[in-house]
């Protein structure tokens, strides 16, 4: 069964850190274009960033402060985020869709994983 775990959130405060995990399995991830997605309370999925094998891609409104990352042997790609805003705040989610997918949809699908929580708050 291919599925896809996220780890890492928490609630932090405007200014500092987090890393997010995310496994995969059931699949050959090494295969696959892995992006982040986010969807911040009341809003729609925001793509974040991807990576394959190329240079990785963000969303403006994360460059320069987000570094997404992989580790094909372990199956597990992660997003260090530095500089956390208010607007950052969201369910994140790591998915095997590409970006002009994530685009389409309107709320996750079912075969998304659970997400991780991201509250950035004083």
């Known amino acids: 069964e291919r599925q896809l775990v996220e780890s890492g959130g928490g609630l932090v405060q405007p200014g500092e850190s987090l890393t997010l995990s995310c496994t995969g399995s059931?699949?050959?991830?090494?295969?696959?274009?892995m992006s982040w997605v986010r969807q911040a309370p009341g809003k729609g999925l925001e793509w974040v960033s991807g990576?394959?094998?190329?240079?990785?891609t963000y969303a403006d409104s994360v460059k320069g402060r987000f570094t997404i990352s992989r580790d094909n042997a372990k199956s597990a790609v992660y997003l260090q985020m530095n500089n956390l805003q208010s607007d950052d705040t969201a369910l994140y989610y790591c998915?095997?869709?590409?970006?002009?997918?994530?685009?389409?949809?309107?709320?996750?699908?079912?075969?998304w994983g659970q997400g991780t929580q991201v509250t950035v708050s004083s």
């Open positions: 990576i394959s094998t190329d240079e990785p």
């Open positions: 998915t095997t869709d590409s970006p002009a997918s994530i685009a389409t949809l309107t709320a996750p699908p079912p075969d």
């Open positions: 059931g699949f050959t991830f090494s295969a696959y274009y």
